[in-house]
Nanobody
Framework: QVQLVESGGGLVQAGGSLRLSCAAS????????MAWFRQNPGKEREFVAS????????SYADSVKGRCTISGDNARNAVYLQMNSLKPEDTAVYYC????????????WGQGTQVTVSS
């Protein structure tokens, strides 16, 4: 499995911005997808955004489309989530995830980073 470590979470006021980072290590495949999910206590984990390496493009949840941008740095084995115009409902623990493109489910997860947006 790939090891993932998130960083960049914190407390921000509504309307502010945060940039989350996820560093990956132990990757052995060249075709893969990385994503961000988020979860609040008692709720299911929800998809936020994904990026597929080698020209596969990006995908966003409707709730963040236009406010968030996912990007990747192959040289650093990292993925980022730039979040702008943050809302209180964006408050959650954000998780980084990885899957080889031959799998349909994500098989590696980070420990999560807390994002809190105050109103």
């Amino acid at each position: 499995q790939v090891q993932l470590v998130e960083s960049g979470g914190g407390l921000v006021q509504a309307g502010g911005s945060l940039r989350l980072s996820c560093a990956a290590s132990g990757r052995t495949v060249s075709r893969f997808t990385m994503a961000w999910f988020r979860q609040n206590p008692g709720k299911e984990r929800e998809f936020v955004a994904s990026i597929t390496w080698s020209g596969g493009g990006t995908s966003y949840a409707d709730s963040v489309k236009g406010r968030c941008t996912i990007s990747g740095d192959n040289a650093r084995n990292a993925v980022y989530l730039q979040m702008n115009s943050l809302k209180p409902e964006d408050t959650a623990v954000y998780y980084c995830a990885f899957r080889p493109n031959y799998r349909y489910t994500y098989d590696s997860w980070g420990q999560g980073t807390q994002v809190t947006v105050s109103s």
